[in-house]
């Protein structure tokens, strides 16, 4: 069995050639390609791409949402032992060229026009960047300077080099612990920080999910959540390429309903997010449907709940409560199970905490849901249930080779061979996050039960994972509101919910000025922060200080509140720093309540 992931691919692929790997809709049909043409065209991409000059220890940049390409570009780099840079789609443009700048990319895949765009103004202070691949059909030539070429005419050249150059087709071997990929993750400053993780970091979690969750040649998986996040590269893209399964691409967020009930998948990997815009849609079509249909439906739950309860501690379940669950089952339950094509057999929630009452209604209704834990630096998976075993405000278990304590504060340490190498090019950073004995230090924060499972109990580190798995620090948001003049202080919150909202605190010398050159009356500082007018004055100013940041860092609502954070009410720190959770009690009901008005 080979050690390192190209390797490993081709195993699979060589053993499985006629089978289909990959899926991709092209008008109302979704084509398939092998797991031999797989290789054909990953073989003229890696040709390709040494013919314009891809060595070993080279970094290739991916900045594509998912689609066959972006496989065919990672594992083509691979192949010539180059290490990829995955980019989010939905990056802010500085975040963009910061990560191509800081990892030295020197060949850059890009999926459409509309990405290319923004990024061609920092294409002079790009100095490693030698070539761009564009998933589109662009002509060659250069642009700002630097040379273009669309992955079409890559692959031509690439097929030419190898009829004249048969030698120099052979995969280069790295070994286990060679770096393949440097994955870039937010820290809580804001500066992106690059996770470099080695073939034996991800190869073996991969072998670990296939096992765990025995994964074959004979499941079908959607791929909808962005390739750049390790959960989904690791879980739904290596684990079954590796274990010979099938991979469909979504077209977009926006058709996984559609998508999931043509592939019919057996395994889908889900964030929250994902789960709770199901539930919402169902129980939006439920309470606005004929009075029998919420009847059934509410039939439905309770029933499966009581028998989940009975099963839970180990009684008998009546047999009239059996009989009226499988009737409610045939004329409710199976109809929902058809929503996800009706052949799933496992759903993976991971990348943010699920809410436990959401986790019961789907197991409930007879959907096997799985809960892991994972981070980037761990390439990704720490924990995950073990089928059989599940348990509910659980994760699971270690996977074979992790290691997993807790520490001072509860901190929950990882080590083994799933822990990154370390941040590129920041020694110190790495150095506070791995300790001396080899432990990752990962801010969160949990124990265990009685039967080994994780329960994650909180957070160490200040850093909001919304509820699509996002890792947001709000720092630098709020820095960039307090940048207005009419801001004093910001505090932002969106911790497991799926979009931010923050509390500001107006500077109120300047907001009265305002008020009073615009003829606004105002008896109190307190009425002006109801006022049509300035909340109107707020909301363009927040859209204005946030512009530059990506989509899911911009604030959706806000709430103006009259009195300041200060160390005397304790929202401060004597370090004048915000304390997040006492200020999100004392709030508590205003922040929330900018979640239901929807």
Same mark, same amino acid.
């Given at each position: 069995?080979?050690?390192? &992931?190209?390797?490993?691919?081709?195993?699979?692929?060589?053993? &499985?050639?006629?089978?289909?790997?990959?899926?991709?809709?092209?008008?109302?049909?979704?084509?398939?390609?092998? /797991?031999?043409?797989?290789?054909?065209?990953?073989?003229?991409?890696?040709?390709?791409?040494?013919?314009?000059? %891809?060595?070993?220890?080279?970094?290739?940049?991916? /900045?594509?949402?998912?689609?066959?390409?972006?496989?065919?570009?990672?594992?083509?780099?691979?192949?010539?032992?180059?290490?990829?840079?995955?980019?989010?789609?939905?990056?802010?443009?500085?975040?963009?060229?910061?990560?191509?700048?800081?990892?030295?990319?020197?060949?850059?895949?890009?999926?459409?026009?509309?990405?290319?765009?923004?990024?061609?103004?920092?294409?002079?202070?790009?100095?490693?960047?030698?070539?761009?691949?564009?998933?589109?059909?662009?002509?060659?030539?250069?642009?700002?300077?630097?040379?273009?070429?669309?992955?079409?005419?890559?692959?031509?050249?690439?097929?030419?080099?190898?009829?004249?150059?048969?030698?120099?087709?052979?995969?280069?071997?790295?070994?286990?612990?060679?770096?393949?990929?440097?994955? /870039?993750?937010?820290?809580?400053?804001?500066?992106?920080?690059?996770?470099?993780?080695?073939?034996?970091?991800?190869? !073996?979690?991969?072998?670990?999910?296939?096992?765990?969750?025995?994964?074959?040649?004979?499941?079908?998986?959607?791929?909808?959540?962005?390739?750049?996040?390790?959960?989904?590269?690791?879980?739904?893209? /290596?684990?079954?390429?590796?274990?010979?399964?099938?991979?469909?691409?979504?077209?977009?967020?926006?058709?996984?309903?559609?998508?999931?009930?043509?592939?019919?998948?057996? %395994?889908?990997?889900?964030?929250?997010?994902?789960?709770?815009? %199901?539930?919402?849609?169902?129980?939006? @079509?439920?309470? !606005?449907?004929?009075?029998?249909?919420?009847?059934?439906?509410?039939?439905?739950?309770?029933?499966?709940?009581?028998?989940?309860?009975?099963?839970?501690?180990?009684?008998?379940?009546?047999?009239?409560?059996?009989?009226?669950?499988?009737?409610?089952?045939? +004329?409710?339950?199976?109809?929902?199970?058809?929503?996800?094509?009706?052949?799933?057999?496992?759903?993976?929630?991971?990348?943010?905490?699920?809410?436990?009452?959401?986790?019961?209604?789907?197991?409930?209704?007879?959907?096997?849901?799985?809960?892991?834990?994972?981070?980037?630096?761990?390439?990704?998976?720490?924990?995950?249930?073990?089928?059989?075993?599940?348990?509910?405000?659980?994760?699971?278990?270690?996977?074979?080779?992790?290691? +997993?304590?807790?520490?001072?504060?509860?901190?929950?340490?990882?080590?083994?061979?799933?822990?990154? @190498?370390?941040?590129?090019?920041?020694?110190?950073?790495?150095?506070?996050?791995?300790?001396?004995?080899?432990?990752?230090?990962?801010?969160?924060?949990?124990?265990?039960?009685?039967?080994?499972?994780?329960?994650?109990?909180?957070?160490?580190?200040?850093?909001?994972?919304?509820?699509?798995?996002?890792?947001?620090?709000?720092?630098?948001?709020?820095?960039?509101?307090?940048?207005?003049?009419?801001?004093?202080?910001?505090?932002?919150?969106?911790?497991?919910?799926?979009?931010?909202?923050?509390?500001?605190?107006?500077?109120?010398?300047?907001?009265?000025?305002?008020?009073?050159?615009?003829?606004?009356?105002?008896?109190?500082?307190?009425?002006?922060?109801?006022?049509?007018?300035?909340?109107?004055?707020?909301?363009?100013?927040?859209?204005?200080?946030?512009?530059? &940041?990506?989509?899911?860092?911009?604030?959706?609502?806000?709430?103006?509140?009259?009195?300041?954070?200060?160390?005397?009410?304790?929202?401060?720190?004597?370090?004048?720093?915000?304390?997040?959770?006492?200020?999100?009690?004392?709030?508590?009901?205003?922040?929330?309540?900018?979640?239901?008005?929807?």
């Amino acid at each position: 069995m080979a050690d390192t &992931l190209y390797f490993s691919f081709l195993e699979t692929a060589q053993r &499985l050639p006629s089978h289909p790997a990959l899926m991709h809709k092209q008008g109302n049909r979704f084509q398939t390609i092998t /797991y031999g043409e797989l290789c054909c065209r990953i073989d003229e991409t890696a040709a390709g791409l040494r013919f314009y000059g %891809v060595k070993p220890e080279m970094r290739v940049g991916i /900045y594509s949402y998912n689609r066959p390409e972006w496989a065919i570009a990672d594992l083509a780099a691979i192949k010539l032992g180059a290490v990829v840079v995955p980019i989010y789609h939905t990056l802010s443009v500085d975040a963009v060229c910061y990560i191509l700048n800081e990892a030295e990319v020197s060949h850059l895949f890009i999926e459409s026009p509309e990405l290319l765009a923004p990024i061609i103004p920092c294409l002079p202070r790009l100095p490693h960047l030698q070539l761009i691949v564009t998933f589109f059909e662009q002509l060659p030539g250069n642009f700002n300077g630097k040379p273009f070429i669309s992955l079409s005419a890559l692959q031509n050249q690439g097929n030419r080099f190898i009829k004249q150059n048969l030698e120099n087709a052979t995969p280069h071997q790295p070994q286990p612990d060679d770096l393949l990929t440097i994955c /870039y993750t937010s820290g809580t400053t804001g500066e992106p920080k690059g996770a470099m993780l080695s073939h034996r970091n991800i190869l !073996t979690n991969a072998r670990a999910a296939i096992e765990r969750f025995n994964i074959t040649e004979k499941d079908r998986f959607v791929s909808f959540l962005p390739l750049c996040h390790m959960f989904e590269r690791t879980c739904g893209y /290596y684990t079954m390429l590796l274990a010979g399964a099938t991979i469909a691409y979504a077209q977009s967020l926006q058709t996984i309903r559609e998508d999931v009930a043509q592939i019919k998948p057996t %395994v889908l990997l889900v964030v929250p997010r994902v789960l709770e815009k %199901v539930y919402n849609t169902v129980q939006e @079509k439920v309470l !606005t449907g004929p009075p029998l249909q919420r009847r059934l439906m509410i039939a439905a739950l309770k029933t499966s709940t009581r028998c989940a309860i009975l099963r839970t501690q180990k009684k008998n379940v009546p047999l009239g409560l059996k009989l009226q669950k499988a009737i409610l089952d045939i +004329v409710v339950v199976r109809k929902l199970r058809r929503l996800g094509g009706g052949k799933i057999r496992i759903i993976m929630s991971g990348g943010a905490p699920l809410e436990r009452k959401l986790a019961r209604t789907f197991r409930n209704l007879g959907f096997n849901l799985l809960e892991g834990y994972g981070l980037t630096e761990t390439a990704p998976v720490v924990c995950a249930a073990v089928p059989g075993e599940e348990k509910v405000g659980t994760v699971g278990k270690p996977f074979p080779g992790v290691q +997993v304590k807790i520490g001072e504060n509860n901190e929950i340490l990882v080590r083994g061979v799933n822990v990154m @190498k370390g941040y590129f090019k920041k020694p110190e950073k790495t150095a506070r996050a791995i300790d001396a004995e080899g432990w990752f230090h990962t801010g969160d924060q949990g124990r265990f039960d009685a039967v080994g499972n994780l329960i994650i109990t909180g957070r160490i580190k200040e850093l909001i994972v919304n509820s699509y798995g996002k890792n947001i620090p709000p720092v630098p948001i709020e820095q960039a509101l307090i940048n207005s003049k009419y801001i004093e202080q910001a505090v932002v919150f969106g911790d497991r919910k799926p979009y931010l909202v923050a509390l500001i605190v107006p500077a109120r010398l300047t907001l009265e000025d305002y008020a009073r050159q615009e003829k606004i009356p105002f008896a109190k500082f307190e009425e002006l922060l109801n006022h049509p007018e300035i909340i109107e004055l707020f909301r363009n100013e927040i859209t204005r200080a946030t512009a530059h &940041l990506a989509s899911y860092e911009q604030i959706r609502k806000f709430r103006l509140i009259p009195e300041p954070l200060t160390v005397e009410n304790n929202l401060l720190t004597p370090t004048l720093k915000v304390r997040r959770q006492p200020t999100y009690e004392m709030y508590k009901t205003l922040i929330e309540s900018m979640y239901q008005e929807e």
